[in-house]
């Protein structure tokens, strides 16, 4: 009977101690999924925002600031999207399908026009590919091509999270790379910390065909960037480094660029991941129920409890009161077990 009364009054204790406000929740956790380029995204091949290798000069519609004719490409913008339209056949409601980015061609001399003959996610079935290609030019010096993922389109509610770089990785994988194995393209990542400032990684690697590159974001020293002040600055060219705290990330993203022989290249790209870190989040592979629903569920907990304790005291009390008081060895009345 008491081994009863044990049981009733640990119900009622683990429901009141939780109802007075003892909480357990994970304060943050690490590798959640912040952006997945990757899979089926057109069922044909489709050029990126803007551009369009039928015009002779420019090459984009976007157009050509620079008079001299230097360079021509495609300003990058935090407010037009980089990638395909959905009117075109591009699947902008798939996983991480909407990009930002530019890209810019510098060349010798203004006769040089030919710019990217093919900037395009091309069809590859269910792994489509980030394709870039341009053309041979001896007036060709190089080219540049950045590409970014904003915060309005993170993963697994990081995008109403607070990201920082403590537990990020980066990860670029291609399909195919055709560039002189002596002279290979150049790979950097790329940040925005706030609403406005980029940042660029070191040298991660000079890129090869069918490869995949990780980086963790900690390892890496990182210098301001500014791509969006014109099409020369698209091209890095080195930049004071950046503060010792990057802890708002709305930005994730890669650069590519060659700027030594004038060769041409293809390369395609399937796949752009990054894991980061939201602070103050809620692992989202846990179901951690809301304060007020935990709230409400334990103190439903202890009222069972209480009113189990309740019931098993009337039930003795009724069958007690009914039956002959039990003489104790002495000969006096004792009254009922555990009155």
């Not at 590519?256 to 989202?284: C, S, W």
Request: some cysteine; proline content about 6%; glycine content about 10%.
């Amino acid at each position: 009977m008491k081994c009863v009364q044990v049981r009733y009054w640990c119900i009622l204790l683990a429901g009141l101690t939780c109802c007075s406000g003892v909480s357990h929740s994970t304060s943050a956790q690490a590798g959640l999924v912040a952006v997945d380029w990757r899979g089926d995204y057109v069922s044909k091949s489709l050029q990126l925002a803007g551009h369009d290798p039928s015009l002779a000069s420019p090459p984009d519609k976007y157009g050509d600031p620079n008079t001299t004719g230097v360079y021509t490409g495609r300003l990058v913008s935090n407010s037009t999207p980089y990638n395909p339209s959905l009117a075109d056949g591009y699947n902008t409601a798939a996983p991480s399908a909407v990009f930002y980015g530019g890209h810019s061609v510098e060349w010798a001399t203004s006769t040089g026009n030919t710019g990217f003959t093919n900037l395009t996610v091309q069809n590859q079935g269910t792994t489509d590919a980030l394709q870039l290609e341009i053309k041979a030019d001896k007036d060709l010096k190089g080219y540049a091509a950045l590409f970014y993922w904003q915060k309005a389109d993170f993963l697994n509610g990081l995008n109403n999270k607070l990201v920082d770089l403590s537990d990020t990785f980066f990860t670029l994988q291609t399909s195919q790379v055709n560039v002189p194995s002596t002279n290979p393209d150049q790979l950097r990542w790329v940040i925005r910390n706030g609403t406005s400032d980029f940042y660029i990684s070191t040298l991660s690697n000079s890129i090869q065909n069918n490869y995949g590159y990780t980086s963790a974001a900690s390892s890496l020293t990182w210098q301001k960037y500014s791509p969006l002040t014109g099409l020369s600055t698209i091209h890095w060219n080195g930049g004071a480094n950046a503060p010792g705290s990057l802890n708002d990330i709305t930005a994730f993203g890669f650069y590519l660029d060659y700027g030594q022989v004038p060769h041409g290249m293809d390369m395609k790209i399937r796949q752009f991941l990054v894991t980061a870190k939201g602070n103050g989040n809620e692992d989202p592979q846990e179901t951690v129920p809301e304060p007020g629903f935990a709230l409400a569920g334990l103190c439903g907990v202890a009222f069972f409890g209480v009113r189990q304790l309740k019931k098993h005291r009337s039930r003795k009390s009724e069958s007690t009161a009914s039956m002959p008081s039990t003489p104790a060895m002495d000969g006096s009345p004792v009254g009922p077990v555990g009155a």
